[in-house]
């Protein structure tokens, strides 16, 4: 029986990670922040939260980490915990870039003492490519981040490459596109919307409040995600890999399928900080844009091209942007039933 351990496991990525994983067979451990009750609230929702043994592992703590990785004779270690909040990190850019980016080789170091043979993933992400330097993003892309967030993710990311090259240690990177589901955190966008949409469709008033509006993401299942994370570290030499679907949506156009989903017929109008969304059907005030929402640095647009990942690992992205829209908000309508 295989052994891996998630960083981040009470997270979405982490939780779906470690459903996939005990499907295979493998023996779970997650590492969670020192609290007084660790949020399982995902792990509970996937039936699983008494199969993971779960550690104390605190991402800023070397010896948390020292004594966890000397004491689980881990196989495969999932790098999945982060402040992962793009607008939180111009608020914490130091926190962000010790958690995002020293983090990184605390537990590469960590690994190269104790556990040399084990094989690492770490989450990198799209936010690395900012604006971007070419279109499609490819593994080969140069890097332009434009938050403290994405510059974080990129020390993380070509450390781990460091390590692999320098100490031969079976470390990759993953280059995850934006990927949501159900259990998304509140504070994402996509998770704003579905929320604010299902508040709406069962009575509320409220609209929801967005930024901008124009901005294009490339947006996939995380179900699919953690998928083409454990089929890297199966590879017989590590390597890094866009995950991606290849298709751009702006937020107007999530927020429109999410709303579609709901029985809505959004009309727009207006423009820049004027724009708004009405259901034609109820005469509602859907959506207005808040300037407060805008970003110092915005990222305009993010596509990647799979082509390695499909390649190489046999991995493909299963749901799009519609199903995937549609999912969250009825998950999210029938939540508040």
């Known amino acids: 029986m295989k052994k891996a351990f998630i960083t981040g496991i009470t997270g979405q990525d982490g939780a779906y990670l470690a459903k996939l994983l005990l499907e295979k067979g493998y023996e779970v451990h997650g590492g969670v922040r020192r609290i007084s009750q660790p949020e399982i609230t995902r792990l509970t929702s996937l039936g699983i939260a008494e ?55 605390r537990i590469l170091d960590t690994l190269r003492t104790l556990r040399p043979d084990c094989r690492f993933y ?22 332009y981040p434009r938050s403290p967030y994405g510059a974080a993710k990129v020390y993380g990311h070509y450390i781990t490459m460091n390590y692999r090259e320098s100490f031969g240690l079976h470390a990759s990177s993953g280059i995850l596109f934006n990927h949501e589901s159900p259990l998304r955190g509140k504070e994402f966008v996509t998770r704003k919307i579905t929320l604010g ?6 009575g509320g008033n409220a609209p929801v409040e967005l930024g901008n509006m124009d901005a294009r993401r490339d947006w996939g299942f995380a179900g699919d995600y953690v998928d083409g994370m ?14 991606a679907t290849g298709v751009t949506t702006t937020i107007r156009d999530f927020f429109t399928f999410a709303a579609e989903a709901l029985g809505m017929d959004l009309d727009w109008s207006g423009e820049g900080e004027t724009e708004t969304a009405t259901d034609r059907k109820t005469g509602k005030l859907v959506m207005k844009v808040n300037p407060k929402f805008y970003r110092p640095a915005e990222v305009d647009l993010l596509i990647g091209n799979p082509q390695k990942a499909v390649e190489k690992l046999g991995w493909k992205a299963t749901v ?3 199903e995937l829209a549609s999912m969250m908000a009825l998950s999210d309508f029938d939540a508040l039933s």
């Open 197 to 202: 949409l299902a508040a709406l469709a069962r």
């Open 122 to 143: 770490q989450a990198s992400t799209s936010e690395m490519f900012g604006l971007v330097q070419e279109v499609p993003q490819t593994e080969t892309t140069r890097l």
């Open 320 to 322: 799009n942007i519609r």
């Open 51 to 105: 199969d993971i043994q779960l550690h104390d592992f605190d991402l800023l703590e070397q010896n948390s980490m020292f004594r966890v990785i000397r004491d689980v004779e881990m196989d495969e270690f999932y790098n999945l915990a982060a402040q992962s909040f793009v607008g939180a990190s111009w608020e914490l850019p130091v926190y962000t870039a010790d958690a995002d980016g020293m983090a990184v080789v």
């Open 230 to 243: 454990w089929r890297m570290l199966q590879q017989d030499v590590a390597d890094d890999y866009v995950l």
